[in-house]
């Protein structure tokens, strides 16, 4: 299967902070997506970079790539309390997908 | 419709019983996947579809699970002989295009409670 994984597992910040998310992955990828989930809601698609791409914007958002390491990063700038959610990467190839642990972002209002 | 949708919302049953849960993907979307999140853990695959075809059944845990889409839209995850372990939440999602090389679109999920 191919799987992301997050880290740090769990990150804590103020309200105005930036937030920075990485992922690693193992396998050969078309692309890597991003989600987020709220406590108690639904999985949101935040973003999706192509293998071909090294970073990508979406308002607050930037997603980075680095195929050589196997690596993506999440940057949520001047974050929100309503940013508090886990955060998922998704790398996706031509097998079998799992959602990894997450990072789990709390901002402190 | 406007999302995913997924019915029912919840679910508790008893050990042993069967259940089937529903998602109704987004209108014209091509792909329909399953997975299963328990609680603090990201979702699990299960299984996925284009249009009315299984092409992946590897994520099911066990043959009590079976899925279907017959008509390429609604699609089914049904659980036989329901055991406690099965207890999580159910999530489907839909893509417009074949495989994850774009967005997915997750409904609301199904908890399922096996009592």
């Known amino acids: 299967s191919q799987q992301g994984e997050e880290d740090p597992q769990a990150l804590s910040i103020q309200e105005g902070e930036n937030a920075t998310m990485n992922c690693s992955y193992k396998t050969s990828i078309n692309n890597l997506q991003w989600y987020r989930q709220n406590s108690g809601r639904g999985l949101v698609h935040l973003i999706l970079i192509r293998s071909n791409e090294r970073e990508k914007h979406s308002g607050r958002l930037r997603v980075t790539l680095d195929t050589s390491k196997k690596s993506s990063s999440l940057l949520i700038t001047a974050s929100r309390a309503a940013d508090t959610a886990s955060y998922f990467c998704v790398p996706l190839g031509y097998q079998k997908v799992t959602f990894g642990i997450g990072t789990k972002l709390q901002v402190i209002p | 419709g406007a999302g995913v949708s997924q019915s029912p919302r919840y679910k508790v049953t008893k050990r042993g019983q069967d259940v089937a849960l529903r998602c109704d993907p987004i209108?014209?979307?091509?792909?329909l996947y399953w997975y299963r999140q328990a609680l603090g853990q990201g979702p699990e695959f299960l299984t996925y579809?284009?249009?009315?075809?299984?092409?992946?059944k590897s994520g099911l845990p066990n043959d009590r699970f079976s899925a279907e889409r017959p008509e390429g839209s609604i699609s089914t995850l049904t659980i036989q002989r329901t055991e406690q372990r099965d207890s999580a939440m159910y999530r489907c999602?839909?893509?417009?295009?074949?495989?994850?090389?774009?967005?997915?679109?997750f409904g609301q999920g199904t908890r399922l409670t096996v009592v």
């Open positions: 209108s014209g979307h091509v792909s």
């Open positions: 999602a839909s893509s417009s295009q074949q495989g994850l090389n774009t967005e997915a679109f």
């Open positions: 579809f284009n249009y009315e075809a299984q092409q992946d």
